[in-house]
């Protein structure tokens, strides 16, 4: 088996056994007891040694609870420009909802009906995965109780 080096602080990792899952296992920095802190989980048998492009963090690779499925993201919000957990690819590049990715409305829009703000987004699954829309979050100022969307002209909501 190869040795794989912290990033953080170049000592070897070690391999281990969650205590909880027998099957499942986890990476660590041997140099913990002197204060390095990383840790990564096992996928195929080697460390996840991705960094994010935008604050430099070790990116993390999880299963998804819902899907069942592996993804890979950033959760170091607090030094992203868009202050949000930003996804990638498994070869660490930047997915449609990564950075950069998502063009900038033209101007900040409110609902026609509650007068709340617009966020604009981009449809992850589904068969409009891809699509960017704007979205009005606020169901109980609307008369139907949801959420209301509208479909984007060039950065523009279509009211």
């Known amino acids: 088996m190869p040795i794989y080096y912290c990033p953080l602080c170049q000592a070897p990792l070690k391999r281990h056994c969650r205590k909880d899952d027998p099957q499942a296992f986890f990476w660590s920095c041997t140099a913990y007891r002197t204060g390095c802190s990383f840790c990564c989980d096992d996928f195929q048998a080697s460390p996840f040694l991705k960094t994010c492009p935008e604050c430099g963090k070790i990116l993390r690779r999880k299963i998804s609870k819902k899907t069942g499925r592996p993804y890979v993201a950033c959760f170091n919000k607090a030094e992203h420009a868009s202050q949000e957990v930003l996804f990638f690819h498994d070869d ?7 950075v950069g990715s998502l063009p900038k409305a033209k101007a900040i829009y409110t609902c026609p009906e509650c007068h709340s703000s617009l966020r604009y987004l981009r449809i992850r699954n589904g068969r409009n995965a891809g699509k960017t829309i704007f979205l009005c979050a606020n169901a109980q100022g609307h008369q139907s109780g949801k959420a209301r969307f509208f479909d984007d002209q060039e950065g523009e909501p279509l009211l």
């Not at 660490?92 to 990564?98: E, W």
């Open 92 to 98: 660490g590049t930047p997915s449609l909802s990564g």
